[in-house]
């Protein structure tokens, strides 16, 4: 063939592979939309109409707000917190494709629809709604479901279904107040990958599953059951769990000592109070990385504990406990014998209710005493006791009367109680002991009547400290037999070589199942490493904040099982940052650089990534200041932690990735950054989100907390311009009770009470002050320290409070871009003057901040907009023409506590830098005078 022709030929090869490829990508490009999914979508716009949506549109072409499609198919829907009403419709598993539905916070409402093998379901979040009814088999089939929240919902009466055994990759499962009955199921601790369980306020009852002992479970909160015998048992199972790192079981009934915690080296929060254990306090505050612990109104025993430093204790209440003295000291050596008798019967609570005190002879009944106060007599006969009969009883030297009668005890009479040379009287009969009795001298009055199993061989291994019969021995009443007793011994290895086989088979079965789970297992969390978290009030006074709030409006915590609140490993944050890239960063600050990150699933967050050069012993209290924090409380306008990462060096946090930035960026910087001017609406609102935020740390929350670090640039946006409170590294706690904490001074210049600055002493109302600052700045549009302006205008606290004496004047000082009307003007000036009182010099003529929600509220709901422009909150047009009743109704919905699932952090540059002015000059007060 000749040059020609070959040349034709190629071209016509080239041609032909170009159409093919133009038809391939048309095709692609125009993918079909599901028609299951177009129908269920549809009906789901009908029946909540979500903003933005059309009963007669296609979902995926182009794409709904809130929802994501992939190849023609809904794969995610994201309707949290849009005030949205109605029900569910009952076909809703026909989004076969479905990986992620979050619809918390809402109001809507009926039984929810079967999900029964939405196999692709990854994130389930329906928290805080008034869903009636859970259909039988909802959770069958969801075999990729990882994070459940069903929290705050008015359910009938159900119980968790064996159909979640299914759901292997569950890691996080939360459904607190949520209407559960019956016992906890033991498949829940043979779910390879749960790390998170969060069932309070339920009603719940039974024991701890002997499960959790070999589980995945990092924290644990079943505090609160509404039952009538709440949860109970032993809390033996805790000591086997040495990754669990938080547990909160308090408000329930659980009894017995407390474990052997001592291998538990992740433990960082422990809430045992309101319960009924008994016994003696000890390995509990051996752990270093202990934190916080709750163990009031218990039956306590022993001598009182000694905390360590650093470890937050519900001190005022731990005297609501029987312990020998009301301080830290030793006990009474014959308390401590008494009570390591008492060991032995498992601490019955009739024992520690009857011995209190530290003197065993000043009316502690069954204990009785000679003149010179030695114990002579114990008298606990039909006392319902179990357990064992201690070999201790032979410390009480001069014991002359044993009576252990009627009751049901096991195991040996123990040969150490031979050794008692007073002793006169032993009655024991009427239990279950067993095994060979001891040589008592003749003079010793023995009652062993009523026990079948005296005077027989114990089972192998047997005895203890009273040790039973040996094969081959005779016993006492001449029943020995070497020749059945040689039979016995081989039946005994016979049955030990079975058991053994047994056992090595079901561990290697278990083992290769774990390790085809982890196999499985998401890159983002690693099993057993670091802490987790935990949620709001319940109104007991106790040092942590409860995971669920009847108190509060909408769900609080508890949590809610958000995004999950994962530990990250710094391998996954630095590929989503591309090894933190500098084109990765969004935001600087004092504590470091925040970056943005997209994950595989495509959800974009924020890492906050603490510089070398402040891994100090401050930069990690802060660290972890902001990790205690955002686990005790929870509330719609603080930001949440999606979750962290600690590995060597490394200090970082996770939030979800929030566009709008920061209410600084909006006030002072909307011209570099291309935004439009905060509107009078928007900045009143977002105001108002701020102070119901800062109300809730300051008295709705379980414990009082301060900020200290009010500022704009620590208020975050969500898409909607809502407020959150973000950067709680100077978060300090304020005990009850104490009007004023002393603290090194710590904030920001420019938004500290002048008598912090003065005396170095921290109040809520220290945190008024900086919301009155911010205030002022919302209304100027200008920082509180500037430069650029002439001297007396410089710090704006001081010339705005001089500029609001008459009203004329204000005009002036507002932010231009408001261009405000009559009746905007009026609510400015109300503004204005909430913000004078909020900074007035002496605390005490500072409201708090309900009284700043009560004023704030009303103007919300009150104004109205001069354009029609800015009337569209979201931005589309379908709530161009809403109502402002409606709009109010709409925020009001919205209101409540916050989950993960809403955090959207970003651009977090302080254009004010955190600092500790350790060296501020007093005088600074003098600048805030009226």
């Known amino acids: 063939m000749g040059e020609g022709p070959r040349r034709r030929a190629l071209s016509f090869l080239l041609f032909i592979a170009c159409i093919w490829l133009s038809v391939a990508l048309s095709r692609s490009q125009g993918t079909t939309s599901s028609p299951d999914d177009v129908a269920v979508m549809r009906k789901l716009a009908t029946l909540l109409s979500p903003p933005g949506w059309s009963a007669q549109g296609d979902p995926c072409k182009p794409a709904w707000r809130f929802v994501n499609c992939e190849d023609g198919r809904v794969v995610s829907i994201n309707l949290a917190s849009k005030g949205l009403t109605g029900s569910l419709p009952g076909d809703l598993n026909k989004l076969s494709n479905l990986r992620v539905l979050q619809l918390q916070r809402n109001a809507i409402k009926g039984p929810l629809p079967s999900l029964a093998k939405l196999s692709n379901l990854q994130e389930l979040y329906l928290d805080g709604n008034h869903f009636t009814f859970i259909p039988p088999d909802f959770f069958s089939g969801l075999t990729s479901l990882q994070s459940l929240s069903l929290d705050d919902n008015s359910f009938a009466p159900w119980t968790i279904p064996n159909d979640l055994t299914q759901s292997t990759n569950l890691a996080d499962f939360s459904a607190s107040n949520a209407s559960i009955s019956g016992s906890i199921p033991s498949f829940l601790g043979e779910l390879p990958n749960l790390q998170s369980l969060r069932l309070s306020y339920n009603n719940l009852t039974g024991e701890l599953p002997a499960s959790f002992a070999s589980s995945n479970i990092q924290s644990l909160i079943l505090n609160n059951q509404l039952s009538a015998t709440k949860l109970a048992g032993s809390l033996d199972v805790l000591s086997s769990m040495t990754q669990i790192t938080q547990v909160w079981l308090h408000a329930n009934s659980f009894t017995g000592p407390i474990p052997d915690l001592s291998k538990c080296d992740s433990l960082f929060d422990l809430q045992l109070r309101d319960n009924v254990l008994t016994g003696v306090v000890s390995s509990v505050f051996s752990l270093g990385s202990l934190k916080n612990i709750s163990l009031g109104n218990n039956l306590l025993q022993g001598p009182f504990p000694t905390f360590a430093d650093g470890i937050k204790v519900d001190a005022d209440r731990m005297t609501n406990n029987k312990f020998c003295n009301p301080k830290p000291g030793p006990c009474d050596p014959r308390v401590m014998v008494l009570l390591s008798v008492a060991q032995g019967f498992g601490y019955p609570a009739k024992l520690a209710t009857a011995w209190e005190g530290n003197d065993p002879c000043n009316s502690w009944t069954f204990v009785s005493c000679d003149p010179k106060g030695n114990i002579i007599g114990l008298t606990l006969g039909k006392q319902n006791l179990s357990g064992t009969i201690s070999p201790d009883i032979a410390n009480i030297t001069t014991l002359t009367r044993l009576f252990l009668n009627d009751n049901s005890l096991t195991g040996p009479v123990p040969d150490s109680l031979t050794h008692l040379t007073r002793l006169q009287t032993l009655d024991a009969s009427n239990n279950n002991l067993s095994g060979r009795i001891p040589a008592f001298e003749d003079h010793v009055s023995l009652n062993l009547s009523g026990n079948p199993l005296i005077g027989k061989e114990l089972p192998s291994g047997g005895g203890g400290s009273g040790s039973g019969a040996t094969n081959g021995d005779v016993l006492p009443d001449g029943s020995g037999n070497k020749t059945s007793s040689f039979a016995t011994k081989w039946i005994i290895m016979i049955v030990i070589i079975a058991v053994f086989v047994v056992v090595v088979v079901s561990i290697l079965i278990y083992v290769r199942k774990r390790m085809k789970s982890r196999g499985d297992q998401s890159p983002l969390i690693k099993p057993r490493v670091g802490k987790i978290e935990v949620a709001s009030s319940n109104g007991n006074g106790a040092l942590i904040s409860e995971p669920t709030s009847h108190g509060s409006s909408g769900h609080t915590d508890v949590q809610v099982v958000e995004s999950g609140r994962m530990i990250f490993s710094i391998h996954v944050l630095r590929r989503v940052t591309n090894n933190f890239s500098e084109d990765y960063v969004v935001g600087r600050g004092g504590f470091g650089v925040v ?336």
């Open 595 to 930: 970056y943005k990150g997209v994950l595989q699933d495509g959800t974009q967050i924020a890492i906050k990534r603490m510089e070398s050069s402040v891994v100090s012993s401050k930069g990690l209290t802060e660290f972890q200041s902001e990790i205690d924090v955002l686990t005790k409380v929870r509330h719609r306008h603080l930001v949440s932690l999606t979750g962290h990462c600690a590995e060597a060096n490394e200090r970082l946090l996770v939030y979800e990735y929030m566009p709008q930035g920061t209410l600084g960026q909006h006030l002072f910087e909307w011209r570099e950054l291309g935004y439009e001017p905060l509107t009078w609406k928007q900045r009143i609102t977002i105001a108002l989100d701020v102070a119901r935020g800062v109300e809730y740390l300051h008295s709705l929350a379980q414990t009082c907390f301060i900020h200290r670090d009010l500022k704009p640039s620590n208020i975050l946006l969500t898409d909607d311009m809502r407020g959150k409170v973000s950067d709680f590294g100077l978060v300090k706690l304020a005990p009850d009770g104490k009007f004023s904490v002393e603290t090194r001074l710590a904030g920001t210049f420019g938004y500290l009470a002048p008598e912090y600055c003065a005396t170095g002493r921290v109040t809520t109302k220290a945190d008024v002050y900086s919301f009155g600052v911010i205030l002022m700045e919302i209304i100027a549009g200008r920082k509180v320290l500037d430069e650029s302006q002439p001297d007396e205008r410089t710090h704006l606290v001081t010339w705005l409070r001089r500029v609001m004496i008459n009203k004329e004047n204000m005009l002036k000082a507002l932010d231009p871009s408001l261009n405000p009307d009559e009746e905007t003007f009026a609510s400015i000036c109300t503004v204005a003057e909430l913000a004078g009182h909020c900074t007035a010099r002496d605390p005490f003529q500072r409201p708090d901040m309900g009284h700043a929600v009560n004023t704030l509220a009303p103007l919300v709901e009150q104004w109205r907009p001069t354009s029609p422009a800015h009337e569209d909150d979201d931005g589309g047009s379908s709530s161009f023409h809403m109502s402002l009743s409606q709009a109010v109704e709409r925020w009001q919905a919205n209101e409540g506590t916050s989950l993960t699932g809403d955090l959207l952090y970003s651009r977090a540059g302080n254009s004010q830098t955190s600092m500790e002015p350790s060296a501020f000059p007093h005088s600074f007060a003098s600048n805030n005078a009226r």
